[in-house]
């Protein structure tokens, strides 16, 4: 039977196509090793997108994210005094408004004019209550002469002073449940809450006054 050289030609390429797919596919140790490198950079692949997806998500979050924020912000009634000083509102830095975003709850920032209170409104038991000592090593303040102390009405605080850069605060803080029973120390209160024993909503309380280094 004559063939024509089109047909010639196509029957040469189904026979290249087929010998190259069976060696492709052949079960050989180089071929498992090559198809799992592939199978790897396409997992790899797959993995870089959604993190690149999750980052401009948590860079740029959605409207409803940001509105659900505003709401629980706006829900929260702060205090217009502390210790008979009155308290002016401030607004939250860059930082922790990016933080606030996830936190169960509400952050307040204010100030009577001498010292500078951050009030954290908690609906949950989180580990995104951290210690102020954490807060403040992690942005380069070197902690000193940490101690619980009853200040003039009676209630208990850990205190500390930090340092930096020839500044000085004397922070002290305390968590507070519902019940008005008063913690200083953020893990008994996380486990206290987490067990059931502590009952919130509850309020944690970091207050931080600038100090003469003369005073030290």
């Known amino acids: 039977m004559h063939t024509s050289p089109e047909g010639s030609f196509a029957h040469g390429w189904a026979q290249r196509l087929s010998a190259f797919f069976a060696d492709a596919f052949a ?15 396409a997992m790899l692949l797959c993995i870089t997108w959604t993190g690149l997806q999750a980052l401009a998500s948590a860079l740029h979050p959605s409207d409803g ?3 659900e924020h505003s709401s629980r912000q706006a ?3 702060w205090p217009t005094q502390w210790d008979g000083a009155p308290l002016q509102q401030l607004a939250l830095s860059p930082v922790e408004a990016r933080f606030a975003q996830d936190f169960p709850g509400a952050i307040g920032r204010l100030t009577d004019g001498q010292r500078t209170l951050v009030l954290r409104h908690v609906t949950a038991p989180t580990r995104m209550l951290h210690p102020a000592t954490d807060c403040f090593r992690a942005v380069g303040y070197r902690i000193e002469q940490e101690r619980l102390e009853r200040d003039a009405y009676e209630r208990l605080w850990r205190c500390f002073l930090a ?3 020839g500044q000085s605060l004397r922070v002290c803080e305390r968590i507070v449940d519902a019940d008005g029973r008063a913690f200083t120390d953020t893990s008994a209160w996380f486990w206290s809450a987490a ?3 502590s009952h919130g909503p509850w309020r944690a309380v970091t207050i931080a006054t600038p100090i003469e280094r003369e005073l030290l």
Do not use: C, Q
């Open 163 to 165: 340092s930096r850069g």
């Open 195 to 197: 067990r059931g024993v």
């Open 75 to 77: 829900g929260v009634e």
């Open 65 to 67: 994210a940001a509105s």
């Open 27 to 41: 079960n050989t140790f180089a071929n498992r090793v090559g198809h799992k490198a592939l199978f790897a950079v």
